[in-house]
Structures are given as structure tokens and as C-alpha cells.
């Protein structure tokens, strides 16, 4: 067993953790604070490559592995997660699916710019009434004189609105199996589709800076060959997305919570009560080393994961497991980053506020904690 990384992932991983360093956490408290989206910053990364890093360099991408993009997930995410959510976002489920399912025309069109970083793309799966039972789909598309006549809405979908946004990628159904099944497809909406209809930003507890709205489609006509693979491909298809999605999702939970660590041992070792550092007391000390050890636990589980992605091998089981503890992990460690600074870390200067109120998403996003535990216990046989 070979725990090391490569040269190329070292490089990667160095890169973005000095991108991290020098570009995003000097910002991430303002961008917070406003709410208002990096364009700059966005832009800067995409320049990078930052932004189509799994992808062959014949589309535009990085030509990167798997792991290499996880692992610049996690150092962008210790920068700042509203960053790192607006690149998973884009790379897991905006461009990953048509590098997937898409045709060649359809790379060529969508991929090869979205990978460039030239734009960004949406993923719309969650519904109003679909959430978690993401199956459950209630926008309709009905082909009639060779377009799909959309109509239906989808809720809290990150990237959809920004200036650099080219467009969603939408879950409809599109007709019934013989056994009466919804058939799910799915869509691709340019946004400068009549009748596609992007909602104000939502006012959210954290994840300030990415950009995550409602849609509405009224009577949105796009043409027939706007769908990846075939009509009923749609529900296999977005569970394999997710799969990849929630092993990035554990990599930037991973980042999160090493961002927790970084502060609350600089924090521990210049506080001094009692005539000393706190890091000396022992109540202190095992904070952290319950964090580090909870960390690298996690982030081994992201790395297996990956591997076996990259392998070719089933991975759900793990991808879950990777998503659900990094995500719980991160949790903890942002509780405990908190209660290392006391009173001070309630207060908005100090950035473990801000990753305390960031960190509830990770157990929600791209399948809460309790979808998580349902997938394993699928896995068991139950
Ligand atoms: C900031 C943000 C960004 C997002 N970005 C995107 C995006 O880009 N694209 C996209 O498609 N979606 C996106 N989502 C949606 C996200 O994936 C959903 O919020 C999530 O899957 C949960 O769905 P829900 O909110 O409808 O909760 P619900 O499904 O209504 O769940 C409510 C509660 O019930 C529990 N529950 C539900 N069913 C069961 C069950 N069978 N057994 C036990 N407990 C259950 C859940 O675990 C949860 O605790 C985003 C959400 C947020 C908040």
C-alpha cells in the first residue's frame, strides 16, 4: 500500500494551497461580509486551470487526475469555502456531466469553454417538492415540434446566476417507463432561454460569496438535442454525478476543518491565561489533537475514495462514508476552533466565526447526513 502522492499531485496541491494563502484568505472575510461574488478572483483561477481540472486538455482542462482535483478542493476550501463550493459546483456537477454523457458536438460546445474557466455552469436537480427524494421530479419537458417544452421550477442551485454563468443543466421528466415509472432526463438550458427564469440570490447563513438561487421555467423551449445521452438516461446519470460530487464535497469539509485547526493552534499559542499559553493546559491540547487525528482520518477516507473513482472501481459506499464523516468532522472541529478562542471567537474578526456559521452545509449539500447513512445501510443489504 502507497500512501504518497505523486509529483504532479504535490504540485497541484502546493499550487493551490499558495493560491489559498496569497489570493483567498485575504479577501474571505470581506467577500463574506457583502455577500458579493469573486468575479476577479473566479476569473484569476479559471486562467489558472483551476477550473477544468479532471478534464482532458483537449476540452480545455488541466488534463489532472481525480485526486489532484480533490486535493485542490480541500486547499481552496481551507482558503475559503464559498470559493471552493462555487469551483465544485462547476467542475462536479456544472461541466463533469457533460465530459460524461455529452456528445462530441456537445463538449466541444459546453465543456471546452467551461473548462477553460471561461464560464460557469449549473447543476438543477433539487425541486421544491424534491429534495432529498431527488427522484421525486416535478418539471415536465414534452418534445412537440422539435423542442422540449419545459415547464416547472428548482430550488437552491449554486453558479446559476452569475455574470459568468452559461447555463443549468436540469433533471425533468419526459415521460413513463412501461411499469409507469417517471422517466427522468436530462436538460440543457443556455441561459438566455425564453422562459427560463433565474430568482434573486437567496440570503444564506454561510457559503456567502457563491452565488445559489431559485429558477422557474415557464413554457422554456430548448431544442431536441439539448439532452445528454437519451430521454430516461437522467436518473443514472445524476447518481453517478453525485458519487464524484460527494467525494469533492469530503475533500472541501476536509479543508474547512484543517482551516479550523490552522487557527484555533495559532490561537491556542499566543492566548496566555494563567500565566501561560493555553495551549500548555492538557483540556486544550486534546481539542487539537482530537481534531488533527479526526482530520486525517477524513481525509484519508476522501483519498480512498478517489482512488478507487480513479481505478474504476465501485465507490458509493465509500464516497458516502468519505462525505458523511468529513462532513461531521468539520463540524466538530469548527465547535471546538470556537470554544479554543472563547468569547473571541463569537466575534465576526475572528474567521472561525465565519466557518462555524459555513460549516452546517456540508451535512446538507449533495445529500444530507441521513441520505448518507441510507446509502451505506443500502450497501450493507438493508
Ligand atoms: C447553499 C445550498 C446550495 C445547494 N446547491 C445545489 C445545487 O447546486 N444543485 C442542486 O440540485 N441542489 C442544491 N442544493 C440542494 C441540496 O442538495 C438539498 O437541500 C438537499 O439535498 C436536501 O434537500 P431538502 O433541502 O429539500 O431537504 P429535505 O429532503 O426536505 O429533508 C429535510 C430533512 O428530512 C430528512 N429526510 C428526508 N428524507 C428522509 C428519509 N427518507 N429518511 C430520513 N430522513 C430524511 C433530511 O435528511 C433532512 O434532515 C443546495 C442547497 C443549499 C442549501
Request: hydrophobic fraction near 35%.
Amino acid at each position: 500500500m502507497d500512501f504518497s502522492l505523486n509529483e504532479e499531485q504535490m504540485a497541484i496541491r502546493q499550487t493551490c494551497r499558495e493560491f489559498a494563502e496569497q489570493e483567498i484568505k485575504p479577501i474571505a472575510e470581506e467577500i463574506d461580509a457583502t455577500g458579493s461574488f469573486p468575479y476577479a478572483l473566479i476569473r484569476q483561477m479559471g486562467e489558472l486551470g483551476l477550473l477544468g481540472l479532471p478534464f482532458p486538455e483537449e476540452y480545455g482542462g488541466a488534463g489532472a487526475d481525480f485526486l489532484s482535483y480533490c486535493l485542490a478542493i480541500e486547499e481552496i476550501s481551507r482558503g475559503d469555502v464559498s470559493i471552493g463550493i462555487t469551483m465544485e459546483a462547476h467542475t462536479s456537477l456544472g461541466a463533469t456531466p457533460f465530459f460524461l454523457f455529452g456528445s462530441q458536438q456537445q463538449k466541444e460546445q459546453y465543456l471546452t469553454p467551461l473548462a477553460r474557466g471561461e464560464r460557469l455552469w449549473a447543476f438543477g436537480l433539487t425541486e421544491p417538492e424534491a429534495g432529498s427524494d431527488s427522484g421525486g421530479t416535478q418539471t415536465r419537458a414534452v418534445l412537440q415540434d422539435g423542442c422540449w417544452h419545459i415547464n416547472g421550477s428548482k430550488t437552491f442551485i449554486t453558479n446559476a446566476g452569475t455574470d459568468m454563468t452559461g447555463g443549468v443543466t436540469i433533471t425533468a421528466v419526459t415521460g413513463h417507463t412501461p411499469k409507469g415509472r417517471p422517466e427522468i432526463t436530462n436538460l440543457i438550458v443556455p441561459k438566455e432561454t425564453p422562459g427560463y427564469i433565474i430568482g434573486k440570490p437567496y440570503k444564506k447563513m454561510g457559503w456567502k460569496a457563491s452565488d445559489t438561487r431559485p429558477l422557474a421555467f415557464e413554457d422554456c423551449q430548448v431544442p431536441e438535442g439539448n439532452i445528454l445521452g437519451h430521454p430516461g438516461d437522467g436518473f443514472k446519470q445524476f447518481l453517478r454525478i453525485l458519487d464524484g460530487g460527494r467525494v469533492a464535497i469530503a475533500a472541501l469539509s476536509v479543508g474547512l476543518a484543517q482551516a479550523c485547526l490552522d487557527e484555533a493552534l495559532s490561537y491556542a499559542r499566543q492566548r496566555r491565561q494563567f500565566g501561560q499559553s493555553i495551549s500548555k493546559f492538557q483540556a486544550i491540547q486534546f481539542k487539537l489533537a482530537d481534531m488533527d487525528m479526526e482530520i486525517e482520518l477524513a481525509r484519508l477516507m476522501y483519498y480512498k475514495a478517489a482512488w478507487l473513482h480513479m481505478q474504476g472501481k465501485p465507490y458509493t459506499r465509500e464516497a458516502s462514508m468519505a462525505k458523511l464523516f468529513a462532513s461531521e468532522t468539520a463540524k466538530r472541529a469548527a465547535d471546538q476552533a470556537v470554544q479554543i478562542h472563547g468569547g473571541y471567537g463569537y466575534m465576526d474578526e475572528y474567521p472561525v466565526s465565519r466557518y462555524w456559521r459555513s460549516v452546517k452545509i456540508n451535512e446538507i449539500g449533495e445529500g444530507t447526513s441521513e441520505v448518507q447513512r441510507m446509502l451505506i445501510a443500502k450497501q450493507l443489504g438493508c
